[in-house]
């Protein structure tokens, strides 16, 4: 790829890219740059929502002419560095699918080291409207990652961040796996199974289908929980009969869930899989 510094076309170029929606990896690509020299100049110029091409190239101009400080500002040196590091979090998960906005609010939460931020809070820190906050907000609370928290005192809205917010988004990336396996789906019923694009359908539903399930652990996961669950409140000895009539299932469908217990149990030592294959009696 090609050093040296940013030119002012480079500079033109990563604002068309931004105004487009492309994300950071992509305005690299097509300037054959890393992503952290993208992702570096946006940071460093206004962010995603506010740089502007003519004022970074006259900006970076007038910090090269500049003499370096003998001692330079510490704080306000950290406070950039802490900016910087909050843009290429957030990029990140850009990359990975989260809306840019959204992407850029999470960050600011989980790299805070107040627990909670207001709505004032993020429009201060990330330099946007606040329409721009609210709607990100509303995305992530809709999807479990970020959740309210009333001060009574202030009347102010706190935004904290799940505990488990990692487990959300994963949850989130495996149901747009299945929306797309839907929606591929839909597609071949529409084409008809038998022309080239209904193969080529044929061939995403069935690819997005399995990475979900794989993802979420699949219906012989689920049902395999279900079972041990009933084992553990029970904590006795069940045969396949009484864990049928327990979770109203067919026989069947409990035999499959013990089945996929023990062949998915080769991580456990020879008596955890010794238990998992005796916990059931014979039917």
């Given at each position: 790829?090609?050093?040296?510094?940013?030119?002012?076309?480079?500079?033109?170029?990563i604002?068309?890219?931004l105004?487009?929606?492309?994300?950071?990896?992509?305005?690299?690509?097509?300037?054959?740059?890393?992503?952290?020299?993208?992702?570096r100049?946006?940071?460093r110029?206004?962010?995603?929502?506010g740089?502007r091409a003519?004022?970074?190239?006259?900006?970076?101009?007038?910090?090269?002419?500049?003499?370096?400080?003998?001692?330079?500002?510490?704080?306000?040196?950290?406070?950039?560095a802490?900016?910087?590091?909050?843009?290429?979090?957030?990029?990140?998960?850009?990359?990975?699918?989260?809306?840019?906005?959204?992407?850029?609010?999470?960050?600011?939460?989980?790299?805070?080291?107040?627990?909670?931020?207001t709505?004032?809070?993020?429009?201060?820190?990330?330099?946007?409207?606040?329409?721009?906050?609210?709607?990100?907000?509303?995305?992530?609370?809709?999807?479990?990652?970020?959740?309210?928290?009333?001060?009574?005192?202030?009347?102010?809205?706190?935004?904290?961040?799940?505990?488990?917010?990692?487990?959300?988004?994963?949850?989130?990336?495996?149901?747009?796996?299945?929306?797309?396996?839907?929606?591929?789906?839909?597609?071949?019923?529409?084409?008809?199974?038998?022309?080239?694009?209904?193969?080529?359908?044929?061939?995403?539903?069935?690819?997005?289908?399995r990475?979900?399930?794989?993802?979420s652990?699949?219906?012989?996961?689920?049902?395999?929980?279900?079972v041990?669950?009933?084992?553990w409140q029970?904590?006795?000895?069940?045969?396949?009969?009484?864990?049928?009539?327990?979770?109203?299932?067919?026989?069947?469908?409990?035999?499959?869930?013990?089945?996929?217990?023990v062949?998915?149990?080769?991580?456990?030592?020879?008596?955890?899989?010794?238990?998992?294959?005796?916990?059931?009696?014979?039917?």
């Amino acid at each position: 790829m090609p050093g040296g510094r940013l030119s002012h076309q480079d500079r033109l170029d990563i604002a068309a890219g931004l105004e487009a929606g492309l994300g950071y990896a992509e305005i690299a690509r097509q300037l054959q740059r890393p992503t952290s020299t993208i992702t570096r100049e946006v940071a460093r110029n206004g962010g995603a929502s506010g740089y502007r091409a003519d004022h970074a190239h006259y900006a970076t101009a007038s910090r090269a002419r500049r003499r370096r400080p003998v001692s330079p500002a510490d704080g306000v040196r950290a406070l950039d560095a802490q900016r910087e590091y909050v843009e290429r979090f957030a990029a990140m998960m850009v990359e990975g699918g989260l809306p840019r906005m959204a992407s850029r609010v999470l960050a600011l939460l989980y790299t805070s080291d107040s627990r909670t931020l207001t709505a004032a809070d993020l429009v201060q820190e990330l330099r946007v409207s606040p329409a721009s906050i609210s709607k990100a907000i509303g995305y992530l609370e809709r999807v479990g990652m970020v959740h309210r928290e009333p001060d009574p005192i202030r009347r102010l809205q706190h935004y904290v961040i799940a505990d488990d917010v990692w487990l959300k988004a994963w949850e989130v990336s495996a149901r747009t796996n299945d929306s797309w396996a839907d929606l591929a789906a839909e597609g071949v019923e529409l084409v008809g199974r038998d022309t080239p694009a209904g193969e080529r359908l044929m061939h995403m539903a069935d690819f997005f289908h399995r990475l979900s399930e794989d993802m979420s652990g699949g219906a012989g996961f689920q049902d395999c929980l279900a079972v041990l669950a009933v084992l553990w409140q029970a904590d006795r000895r069940l045969d396949a009969n009484e864990l049928a009539a327990a979770l109203h299932w067919p026989v069947e469908r409990v035999t499959d869930a013990l089945d996929y217990a023990v062949k998915n149990s080769s991580g456990q030592d020879g008596a955890e899989q010794a238990a998992s294959q005796g916990a059931v009696g014979e039917a």
